[in-house]
């Protein structure tokens, strides 16, 4: 898998990888994708915010980017 990701991939990074993967984000409340602050948080530290499992977002995310 050639755009594996794990917790400390940035979420701009995450986002400019492929735009698909922003309904992950939403999903879990994180509304603020286009702010400069939330582009430049880790995986990890987003769902630390919003009090989801990182392990499964990170999960989620690489079966979305293994399908396209």
């Known amino acids: ?3 594996e990701i794990t917790k ?3 979420i701009g990074d995450i986002l ?3 735009e698909g993967t922003a309904k992950y984000f939403l999903e879990m409340g994180m509304h603020c994708l ?3 602050a ?3 948080e880790s995986l990890e530290e987003a769902c630390a915010v919003h ?3 990182c392990g499964e977002m990170v999960e989620k995310i690489n079966a979305y980017l293994s399908e396209t």
């Open 1 to 3: 898998m050639a755009n």
């Open 8 to 10: 400390d991939a940035l």
């Open 16 to 18: 400019d990888m492929d």
């Open 34 to 36: 286009g702010c400069p």
């Open 38 to 40: 939330s582009r430049g």
């Open 51 to 53: 009090g989801v499992d």
